[in-house]
DNA sequence: GTTTGCGGGCGCA
DNA sequence: TGCGCCCGCAAAC
């Protein structure tokens, strides 16, 4: 099941052979190749040693996008942009939202963002937040190369991110908004009173289209192969307590500072069991959060679901013709049906004492497509009620 | 305020 | 020489 990343450079490459041009050219060419027969569809997770031909009337080639947070490397090289990845921001005390899923937020781009990012808490358990920095390129971050040439972009990932998958530019930015949004709307606001009442009365829930746009893709919560090799690896560490671990939010490593998770392997955050001791351990393996709020500030976090058997559900990026198809979906295009997942509790707790995040992705969420989904057993088909709704607008505040 | 692209500059192999 | 990375700047959003 587990492929390397050999492996996955082999399909990309078996892949790529079908269509002739693609393997024969490197980006680092005097002439790329001008007779492009086969266009590739935009991947929004590029992973391990890939290349794509992309149309320049491609919008997400032209923006040179991707929603692994890759930050503008100088290469000295101005026909060829070439950008590096910045990892995943974790959890330090390697928190699990109620519903066990994990924190994985988008690093901020800027490093002047990302120091302040940093500082904040984890908007689980607010423990420090630490930046898991990508070596999936012999040690080294990511590197992504984009070269425009006529009517074609080409693009070319070098190395295998040996990390989760951050949540993608447009849910950092719906989780950005909502933090204003929270700002501007305390919890005593009455115009979100005067909802929740209207609502318990008449058990009538918000529109989702009404709802802001922060679902977290099923396909993002998958992981490469490598990744997954290193869950493998990992997962004779021993297991250390998540929320056990609980540090006051003093302040979180910075970019390249104390609190920087150099390597993968050296971060607890990401193992792939849960806890056995880990209060509530169960197929959601739920963590306590600390009742006290060491930061005031609160935002959405991308998290990953563990799964029964303790593994992420990461998926492996097939090549340019596999579920990549999938993954070019826009987070807009789940805000008609789906919600996004509420990965965990409400921050001021609320009326529900019950309220779990595990409740909330399980209603919320995306059923995830057969061949990823294990964790479907779980109750995934009860529908939103008052309590989920209050903490929804929690979370939520209409804008 | 943040992202993005660009480019100067430095250190290392 | 190539690469990684830091830093600052400007434009755009």
Same mark, same amino acid.
């Given at each position: 099941?587990?492929?390397?990343?050999?492996?996955?450079?082999?399909?990309?490459?078996?892949?790529?052979?079908?269509?002739?041009?693609?393997?024969?050219?490197?980006?680092?060419?005097?002439?790329?190749?001008?007779?492009?027969?086969?266009?590739?569809?935009?991947?929004?997770?590029?992973?391990?040693?890939?290349?794509?031909?992309?149309?320049?009337?491609?919008?997400?080639?032209?923006?040179?996008?991707?929603?692994?947070?890759?930050?503008?490397?100088?290469?000295?090289?101005?026909?060829?942009?070439?950008?590096?990845?910045?990892?995943?921001?974790?959890?330090?005390?390697?928190?699990?939202?109620?519903?066990?899923?994990?924190?994985?937020?988008?690093?901020?781009?800027?490093?002047?963002?990302?120091?302040?990012?940093?500082?904040?808490?984890?908007?689980?358990?607010?423990?420090?937040?630490?930046?898991?920095?990508?070596?999936?390129?012999?040690?080294?971050?990511?590197?992504?190369?984009?070269?425009?040439?006529?009517?074609?972009?080409?693009?070319?990932?070098?190395?295998?991110?040996?990390?989760?998958?951050?949540?993608?530019?447009?849910?950092?930015?719906?989780?950005?908004?909502?933090?204003?949004?929270?700002?501007?709307?305390?919890?005593?606001?009455?115009?979100?009173?005067?909802?929740?009442?209207?609502?318990?009365?008449?058990?009538?829930?918000?529109?989702?289209?009404?709802?802001?746009?922060?679902?977290?893709?099923?396909?993002?919560?998958?992981?490469?192969?490598?990744?997954?090799?290193?869950?493998?690896?990992?997962?004779?560490?021993?297991?250390?307590?998540?929320?056990?671990?609980?540090?006051?939010?003093?302040?979180?490593?910075?970019?390249?500072?104390?609190?920087?998770?150099?390597?993968?392997?050296?971060?607890?955050? +990401?193992?792939?069991? @849960?806890? /056995?001791?880990?209060? #509530?351990?169960?197929?959601?393996?739920?963590?306590? =959060?600390?009742? &006290? !709020?060491?930061?005031?500030?609160?935002?959405?976090?991308?998290?990953?679901?563990?799964?029964?058997?303790?593994?992420?559900?990461?998926?492996?990026?097939?090549?340019?013709?596999?579920?990549?198809?999938?993954?070019?979906?826009?987070?807009?295009?789940?805000?008609?049906?789906? +919600?996004?997942?509420? @990965?965990? /509790?409400?921050?001021? #707790?609320?009326?529900?004492?019950?309220?779990?995040? =595990?409740?909330? &992705? !399980?209603?919320?969420?995306?059923?995830?497509?057969?061949?990823?989904?294990?964790?479907?057993?779980?109750?995934?088909?009860?529908?939103?009620?008052?309590?989920?709704?209050?903490?929804?607008?929690?979370?939520?505040?209409?804008?």
């Amino acid at each position: 099941m587990l492929k390397g990343a050999d492996d996955v450079v082999m399909e990309h490459e078996d892949s790529a052979s079908r269509h002739g041009e693609m393997t024969s050219w490197d980006i680092n060419d005097i002439q790329l190749p001008q007779d492009v027969r086969q266009i590739d569809g935009f991947q929004e997770w590029p992973d391990s040693y890939v290349k794509h031909i992309y149309s320049s009337e491609d919008k997400n080639a032209q923006r040179h996008h991707s929603s692994w947070a890759m930050r503008n490397t100088n290469n000295h090289n101005s026909r060829i942009l070439k950008k590096s990845c910045l990892g995943v921001v974790v959890c330090g005390n390697d928190c699990s939202t109620l519903d066990g899923r994990k924190i994985y937020l988008r690093p901020a781009i800027c490093d002047k963002a990302r120091q302040k990012q940093q500082r904040k808490c984890c908007p689980n358990c607010n423990g420090p937040l630490r930046l898991l920095s990508c070596r999936g390129h012999g040690g080294y971050p990511v590197t992504n190369f984009w070269r425009h040439e006529g009517q074609f972009i080409f693009f070319q990932s070098k190395g295998a991110h040996d990390h989760p998958r951050p949540e993608t530019k447009l849910e950092a930015e719906a989780r950005r908004s909502i933090q204003k949004a929270q700002t501007a709307f305390s919890p005593s606001c009455p115009r979100l009173k005067q909802i929740q009442e209207l609502e318990s009365l008449t058990g009538a829930a918000p529109t989702r289209e009404a709802l802001p746009l922060l679902l977290s893709k099923p396909d993002i919560y998958s992981l490469p192969d490598n990744f997954r090799g290193h869950i493998s690896k990992r997962s004779q560490e021993p297991v250390l307590g998540s929320c056990s671990r609980w540090l006051p939010c003093s302040r979180a490593g910075e970019d390249r500072g104390s609190g920087e998770v150099l390597a993968w392997s050296r971060s607890p955050a +990401l193992r792939s069991n @849960p806890s /056995p001791g880990r209060p #509530g351990s169960g197929p959601a393996a739920p963590c306590t =959060a600390p009742s &006290h !709020q060491q930061c005031t500030h609160s935002s959405t976090p991308h998290t990953l679901p563990m799964e029964k058997d303790g593994h992420g559900p990461f998926r492996h990026s097939t090549g340019p013709l596999g579920d990549g198809s999938c993954e070019d979906k826009s987070p807009l295009a789940y805000s008609g049906s789906s +919600l996004p997942p509420l @990965p965990y /509790p409400a921050p001021q #707790g609320g009326p529900c004492p019950m309220a779990s995040g =595990a409740q909330h &992705h !399980q209603q919320l969420s995306v059923p995830r497509r057969g061949s990823e989904g294990h964790d479907g057993e779980v109750g995934r088909h009860v529908g939103l009620n008052y309590c989920n709704d209050d903490m929804f607008f929690n979370l939520y505040p209409l804008r």
